[in-house]
T-cell receptor
Framework: GAVVSQHPSRVICKSGTSVKIECRSL??????MFWYRQFPKQSLMLMAT?????????EQGVEKDKFLINHASLTLSTLTVTSAHPEDSSFYIC??????????FGEGSWLTVV | DAKTTQPPSMDCAEGRAANLPCNHS???????VYWYRQIHSQGPQYIIH???NNETNEMASLIITEDRKSSTLILPHATLRDTAVYYC??????????????FGQGTELSVKP
């Protein structure tokens, strides 16, 4: 299947700082990418849909000023968690849409805010 | 909200077929049925998808009822590495603006020796 890569796989940051997570589609061009987060023992929750060259569409209840999404190229989307708090600690997962039908996911990024 | 219903957990003996059911009684005509699985602490892995015909690939088979209100994912010879949470999702597909994937709670499949 298609490859989606996330970096970093694990990151620890201090409260109040910002952290950026990158999502790259390695062997296809993804005009659309999706960002999810997952808390322990819970399912994935969609945060936002990212379209190349335009503003992201956020799901209800997700703060767009806190979770900044940039999709500047067909192979890269970034999620920046601003003013991080311990409750932002979670597993963040991105996915890329192949033109047509299938969505492939990255390996995920563990964020711990201390 | 997720539009599918799955049993929360299932067990399967190693080497036997694992049959995972999914109900999607409100599926629309342009929605596909997708299956993903998630092994602990990893991103979801695509398994298979279909519209109305049965589908098979190297990982699994997907059987969709004629009325499309339910489907079954079949892992023909389950191994211990198939232990994971399996998600059945309905989604509008097509073009570059295909619909998003909304995850439900999935089925936690445990394959036992």
């Amino acid at each position: 299947g298609a490859v989606v890569s996330q970096h970093p796989s694990r990151v620890i940051c201090k409260s109040g700082t910002s952290v950026k997570i990158e999502c790259r589609s390695l062997d296809f061009q993804a005009t659309t990418m999706f960002w999810y987060r997952q808390f322990p023992k819970q399912s994935l929750m969609l945060m936002a849909t990212s379209n190349e060259g335009s503003k992201a569409t956020y799901e209800q209840g997700v703060e767009k000023d806190k979770f900044l999404i940039n999709h500047a190229s067909l192979t890269l989307s970034t999620l920046t968690v601003t003013s991080a708090h311990p409750e932002d600690s979670s597993f963040y997962i991105c996915s890329g849409l192949l033109p047509g039908n299938t969505i492939y996911f990255g390996e995920g990024s563990w964020l711990t805010v201390v | 909200d997720a539009k599918t219903t799955q049993p929360p957990s299932m067990d399967c003996a190693e080497g036997r077929a694992a049959n995972l059911p999914c109900n999607h009684s409100t599926i629309s005509g342009n929605e596909y049925v997708y299956w993903y699985r998630q092994i602990h602490s990893q991103g979801p892995q695509y398994i298979i998808h279909g519209l109305k015909n049965n589908e098979t690939n190297e990982m699994a088979s997907l059987i969709i009822t004629e009325d499309r209100k339910s489907s079954t994912l079949i892992l023909p010879h389950a191994t211990l590495r198939d232990t994971a949470v399996y998600y059945c999702i309905v989604r509008v597909a097509g073009g570059n603006q295909g619909g998003k994937l909304i995850f439900g709670q999935g089925t936690e499949l445990s394959v036992k020796p």
